[in-house]
């Protein structure tokens, strides 16, 4: 489970401080699917960077499974998996496997676990077929699998993704579709941020939209179609933004 507390983010920027978050406070529940919805600058890399652990709440906490993402960031660690944008981090010169086993032992796994992990996550992602090609050649989609595979390699329970269909084709977006619902269906808890309000609708148990560093709503997309009396989620966002604005001024 992950536990969001009060967090408010500021970055200080040309003798200006910038405030990320204000105030967010989360709740994701073992074995649900979250989307993380808004705009651009609206604060969702800074949320999933801060329950990543790379960087740190500038007041409230977060918990990961009991553990502060501050004071126990190793712990957190080795239960999450993380992926930051479609950028996949993979070596053209090797292969899939080389680049899978150069990761996991980046992750301290042994050769034995690594070959049942790689092999595993070949089957399921079905990536067997190529595994042993040099990844130089890979289409946008086989490569977005390696990166999913390398990012749970280790087997978190929890998995994070930073817009991770942002610039790809609409064959590389079903890719990480189908895998979601594969990793859901194995019970792992995800969080993922998007633009792309369909994505979310089509993944998500619950949606959190955060506003300019704001949480403006957090429940499940029934509750939400049922209490705005709409099922269309982009419009309930967008009306969201304009009454969250209203609350500010
Ligand atoms: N390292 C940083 N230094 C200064 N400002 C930052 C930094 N990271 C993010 N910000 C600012 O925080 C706000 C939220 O950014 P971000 O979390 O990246 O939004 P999103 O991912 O929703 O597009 C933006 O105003 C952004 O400019
Ligand atoms: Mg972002």
Do not use: W
Request: charged fraction near 30%; charge should be negative; include cysteine.
């Amino acid at each position: 489970m992950i536990h969001i507390q009060e967090v408010t983010k500021q970055f200080y920027e040309k003798k200006k401080y910038v405030t990320a978050l204000k105030h967010v406070s989360l709740k994701v529940e073992e074995g649900e699917v979250l989307g993380l919805l808004g705009e651009n600058g609206a604060g969702k890399t800074t949320l999933l960077r801060s329950i990543a652990t790379l960087i740190q709440p500038s007041s409230g906490e977060i918990q990961v499974d009991g553990f502060d993402t501050v004071k126990e960031s190793d712990e957190v660690k080795k239960r999450l998996g993380v992926l930051f944008g479609s950028e996949t981090g993979l070596y053209d010169r090797l292969t899939a496997r080389e680049n899978l086993e150069y990761f996991a032992s980046l992750y301290g796994l042994g050769a034995h676990e690594t070959k049942v992990r790689i092999e595993k996550l070949a089957k399921t992602f079905g990536m067997r077929d190529y595994l042993d090609r040099r990844v130089g050649s890979f289409s946008k989609g086989m490569r977005q699998k390696v990166a999913i595979a390398r990012t749970i390699l280790h087997d978190p329970d929890i998995i994070l993704f930073d817009e991770p269909t942002t610039g790809l084709d609409i064959t590389s977006s079903s890719v990480f579709r189908q895998l979601v619902h594969q990793l859901k269906g194995e019970g792992k808890t995800i969080i993922f941020s998007s633009h792309y309000v369909e994505e979310i609708t089509a993944l998500c148990d619950r949606v959190a939209m955060i506003h300019k560093g704001e949480l403006v709503y957090e429940g499940t997309l029934e509750e939400l179609y049922r209490e705005e009396n709409n099922q269309d989620l982009n419009y309930i966002f967008m009306s969201k933004l304009v009454r969250g604005g209203q609350k500010d001024a």
